[in-house]
Structures are given as structure tokens and as C-alpha cells.
């Protein structure tokens, strides 16, 4: 099993839209978790972090369920610029990160 | 302010030859990473240093694979007898100590095997 699964798409939607992506991780240990963007042959950037109490941020909204070893990002009121690989990312309790292959999602006019 | 910066952008060599990779961090960051990312896949950890000492190089593939970071600020990432199989995006990343979750990516050396 990989430590951190993701459905790889494409999401297709429509501008507007609200769109879900979960992430499962293997390692019971991990101590903090993320989610970063990367866009087309460009560097990742974090976009937020994801704790048990979940958080939000504008239209994206970051949820994680330790018990299932679970980790979900919606974001609402879908922008074409929001058209990106969405990377799910776990520190496993040391200092590395271990990146999920990402989820791309596109979004069209 | 300077972000994280990589050069060569890209660079292409044939098989068989040594390469080396440079990442300029973000001044004052103490942790250094770097990470290799193939097509379709995301960033992969090879080493991370804090300071001037490799904390942890477990996820380097093989000893052809070799960074050094001699002053604790730029670090050279250098891989000898370059494979096919070696080309990816190779990222380096820094952040301002080991224990945040917020690693900032330079924007990587495009490296082709041929």
C-alpha cells in the first residue's frame, strides 16, 4: 500500500462548481498534514494546512479524520485558476514530507 | 524577497555522465530538501540536510547519488554515471527550521538522460 493515495482524475468541472478530493495515508504516526498546489511545470506550493478540527480558508475548506486516516479538501465556487495537480501531504513524524502523485483538476469556462 | 533558486533550469547529458545540480534557499533557512518528481507522480524525498550535516539520506536511490551543503547555506545535489531512469524534475525545497510542515520549492532542474 502506498503511504499516501490519491485519485489521480482529471476533475472536469464547470466554473461554479464545488468539487471534493480525499486522501488516504497509511502511516498511523503522522504528525501533521497538508495540502499543496502545483501547477503545470511549476514548482509546488503549499496551499493549506489540514487539522482534526478542520479549517478554512475563502472558498477552500481542509478536513482530516485521524481515525480513518483520512484527509479531504473541498473547494467551492470552482475558478478557472483554480485548474491544478492538488498534492496530498503528510509529515510522517520526522522532518520529510511524503507527497501523494496528486490530483488534477480542471475547470472549465 | 529571493525565493528558493535552481540551476541549471534544465540540462540535458548522456549516459554515463556526472552531473551537478545547484539550489540557492531562502536566506536563513536552516533545512534543506531536495526531492526528484517524474511525470505523473509527486515529489519523491531523497535528503534533507539542517545546516551543514545530512539529517537524513535514506531516500537516496543508490550511491551514484550524492549532495553536499559544505557552508550550510547552497547545496549541490550530484549524481555520477547518469542512467536513463535518472531523468525527472529534481525540486529542492528549504524551510526555516525541521519542524514546520512549510517547505518552500525552488522551481527545479529539468534533468534529461539520454
Known amino acids: 500500500r502506498k503511504e499516501v493515495e490519491q485519485d489521480p482524475g482529471p476533475f472536469n468541472v464547470p466554473e461554479g462548481a464545488t468539487v471534493a478530493f480525499n486522501c488516504t495515508y497509511s502511516?498511523?504516526?503522522?504528525?501533521?498534514f497538508f495540502w499543496y498546489r502545483q501547477d503545470c511545470r511549476k514548482e509546488p506550493k503549499l496551499l493549506m494546512s489540514?487539522?482534526?478540527s478542520g479549517n478554512e480558508d475563502g472558498r477552500f475548506t481542509a478536513q482530516l479524520n485521524r481515525a480513518s486516516q483520512y484527509i479531504s479538501l473541498l473547494i467551492r465556487d470552482s475558478k478557472l485558476s483554480d485548474s491544478a495537480t492538488y498534492l496530498c501531504?503528510?509529515?510522517?513524524?520526522?522532518?520529510?514530507?511524503?507527497f501523494g502523485k496528486g490530483t488534477m483538476l480542471l475547470v472549465s469556462p | 524577497g529571493a525565493g528558493v533558486s535552481q540551476t541549471p533550469s534544465n540540462k540535458v547529458t548522456e549516459k554515463g555522465k556526472y552531473v551537478e545540480l545547484r539550489c540557492d534557499p531562502i536566506?536563513?533557512?536552516?533545512?534543506l530538501y531536495w526531492y526528484r518528481q517524474s511525470l505523473g507522480q509527486g515529489p519523491e524525498f531523497l535528503i534533507y540536510f539542517q545546516g551543514t550535516g545530512a539529517a537524513d539520506d535514506s531516500g537516496l536511490p543508490n550511491d551514484r547519488f550524492f549532495a553536499v551543503r559544505p557552508e550550510g547555506s547552497v547545496s549541490t545535489l550530484k549524481i555520477q554515471r547518469t542512467e536513463r531512469g535518472d531523468s525527472a524534475v529534481y525540486l529542492c525545497?528549504?524551510?526555516?527550521?525541521?519542524?514546520?510542515?512549510?517547505?518552500?520549492f525552488g522551481p527545479g532542474t529539468r534533468l534529461l538522460v539520454l
Open positions: 525545497a528549504s524551510s526555516s527550521g525541521p519542524e514546520t510542515g512549510t517547505q518552500y
Open positions: 502511516n498511523s504516526a503522522s504528525q501533521s
Open positions: 536566506s536563513g533557512h536552516t533545512a
Open positions: 489540514v487539522y482534526s
Open positions: 501531504v503528510v509529515n510522517p513524524g520526522y522532518s520529510t514530507l511524503t
